[in-house]
């Protein structure tokens, strides 16, 4: 977890491995599976604030990984690109949640 | 029952999350005995805090009614700030391994995410006596405003203290600005929020503010840690 926090890991495996787990989490896992099995509010908010540090922690690996990435320009650009949508996204799912409370006790 | 201990959970996680994210962040990282032991004094904060308040209660009989500047400033940003200055400098700058001005930082950190992490167990105990989604919104909101809010107020305060603590002059600015800089950072951020006046969005600029200055003295102390690194490095190869 260190090596991939400080960005010893190569690029592709951190990107692969930690973007492709965050993205089963959310859609797979979180949304699907256990949205439908476990019908708590709190295990709903903790689900996603849990998303959103996973997401925070891959943009701190995948970004210093690809500052020591050695090669082709364009997959460090790249990744990052990627990244920064992916915490957007969880930052403004947070934002909604936090303006929008209604919404939240609408699906329960 | 389960929603409980997921609010629990969630009061907990973001102010360990990001007391992880900076510990690890250290290119030298920090005891793990210290680290705690300075989380926890966080926590005891409150302490000092709650006798500050009952000494006054006993003193004028009741609860001062302060304004919402004097209270933002006063009762929130300047005591709660002021114990957590206490903490770095009387117990963690007393450390072995405090020997470089990032420990500042990641002391400064723990100190203020103890603090931030009572204060979230005690508003989820306060909304959750009426309701538990009142309790669960609030917790979620906290943990994108105010904890991160308090663990930036911590890095520049540890940022200051470091400067202090190594520093090559005898003068004492750093000192002042240790607390100065996060009294009216947290100042402002609470004064926004308690003034009905003033649209409580504003918050948000304070919290850039407070972020972009802890992007900056953060770096500023990275690279200074990285060339050391690199000089240890290279004599240990000589």
Sequence with gaps: MKNYWLGNASLAKTFWSLVISILIYFYVIHSSLLHKYIESLGFYIFADMLGVVLSFFILGSVWRSANNYKGNKIWPLLSKISLIVIVIYSLYKAYFMWRFPDLINNIF | ?238
């Design chain 2, 1 to 238: 029952m389960t929603d409980k201990i997921f609010l629990l959970l969630s009061a907990m996680l973001p102010t360990i999350a990001l007391l992880l994210f900076f510990m690890y962040s250290d290119k030298f990282v920090e005891p793990k005995k210290n680290v705690l032991s300075t989380f926890i004094l966080g926590i005891f904060i409150i302490a000092p805090l709650q006798v500050f308040h009952y000494t006054t209660v006993m003193i004028l009989g009741e609860p001062i009614d302060y304004n919402p500047f004097f209270r933002a400033f006063f009762k929130a940003a300047f005591l709660e700030e002021l114990f957590k200055f206490c903490v770095l400098y009387f117990f963690c700058t007393k450390f072995t391994a405090f020997n470089e001005p990032m420990d500042g930082i990641v002391y400064g950190i723990a100190a203020s995410l103890g603090f931030a992490f009572w204060e979230n167990l005690e508003y989820i105990y306060i909304y959750d006596e009426f309701d538990t989604k009142d309790a669960l919104i609030t917790v979620w909101g906290r943990a994108f405003t105010a904890v991160p809010s308090h663990a930036f107020d911590g890095v520049i305060m540890g940022f200051f203290i470091g400067k202090h603590y190594f520093r090559k002059n005898k003068s004492n600015i750093n000192l002042v600005l240790a607390l100065l800089v996060p009294v009216i950072l947290h100042g402002f951020y609470d004064w926004v929020l308690m003034e009905e006046s003033i649209n409580s969005n504003f918050m948000f600029l304070f919290m850039a503010i407070e972020f972009g200055l802890v992007i900056y003295l953060y770096r500023s102390l990275k690279t200074d840690q990285l060339q050391k690194k690199t000089e240890s490095e290279e004599k240990l190869y000589k």
